[in-house]
């Protein structure tokens, strides 16, 4: 790393420390030429490649956008659509890789989205799945209501089971 003040290429880490959640790496340099201390920012690059082939930088900003825009006219906060997009992010690097492809991404946004608000959801999914029909919403929302009586069913405890005191009889 060249110094900014001398450009001199011969420097030493004194300081090393994460930030923003782990995702940059902060370091104190000295020089050894002019003996000036500088910082350093290390960030790893997370590239999103698109269905045309082009490649972007991952965006956490486009992501709260585009929930943003399903959110519109629901009550879901701005706090709300940051940590989405937070966590989506979270998952995105978690898997590793350097690359990733957009429609990662988008089933990435999906789960959460669903948990967070089903119509902002319908409305994401519409456009990210391509829905063409009434047959394509009908579909999306018969799945969701499953999963709704399925969660609906796993939280309720059986009859005569662990919860319940036993009968004498």
């Known amino acids: 790393m060249r110094c900014p003040y001398c450009r001199n290429a011969d420097s030493r880490v004194v300081d090393s420390r994460e930030a923003d959640d782990g995702q940059l790496i902060r370091r104190r340099r000295h020089c050894q030429g002019c ?9 790893a690059v997370l590239a999103v490649v698109k269905r045309s082939g082009v490649t972007e930088p991952f ?24 940590l989405l997009a937070q966590r989506v992010e979270e998952v995105i690097r978690a898997r590793g890789a350097a690359e ?3 429609n990662e991404v988008g089933l990435a946004i999906l789960g959460p989205l669903r948990d967070l608000d089903e119509v ?4 994401f999914a519409s456009v990210y799945r391509s829905f063409e029909s009434l047959g394509d919403f009908e579909r999306e929302i018969a799945a969701l209501r499953a999963g709704r009586e399925r969660d609906a069913a796993a939280e309720t405890p059986a009859a005569g089971g662990a919860g319940e005191p036993a009968r004498v009889g």
Do not use: H, N
Request: glycine fraction near 8%; include cysteine.
């Open 35 to 43: 003996g000036k201390r500088f910082t350093t920012v290390e960030e």
């Open 59 to 82: 965006s956490r900003l486009k992501i709260m956008a585009g929930v943003r825009k399903a959110c519109q006219g629901r009550p879901v906060d701005e706090d709300a659509i940051a």
């Open 100 to 102: 990733v492809p957009s």
């Open 120 to 123: 902002a959801y319908l409305r």
